[in-house]
């Protein structure tokens, strides 16, 4: 399943425009999750405004890795996880 690094992710939307799956969603990253980024991270933030992309639908990855390939900004990678 894809993991987006909240430092580095200005949601710039390229995960949305080519993952096959629609697992990505562009939103606005919520007020408790910002105190946790870098001060760098912060002023990203606050330049885009706090838009980000989140795996909504990450059960639905099939590791084909074209998200992390599109990232402008390096911000994912892919996280194996136990089948269920
Ligand atoms: S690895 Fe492939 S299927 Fe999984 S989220 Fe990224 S683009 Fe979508």
């Known amino acids: 399943m894809p993991v987006v ?8 939307a390229e995960c949305t425009a080519v993952c096959p799956y629609d697992v990505f969603e562009i939103a606005v990253l919520p007020a408790a999750e910002r ?3 870098s001060f760098a991270g ?7 405004g706090w838009k980000q ?4 639908r990450a059960a639905a990855c099939h590791a ?3 998200c992390v390939a599109s990232c402008p900004e390096k911000a994912i990678t892919l996280k194996r996880v136990a089948a269920v």
Do not use: M, S, Y
């Open 5 to 12: 690094n909240r430092d580095k992710c200005k949601g710039k």
């Open 35 to 37: 105190a946790a980024i």
């Open 42 to 48: 912060r002023l990203k933030g606050l330049a885009h």
């Open 53 to 56: 992309a989140f795996p909504v």
């Open 64 to 66: 084909c890795a074209e």
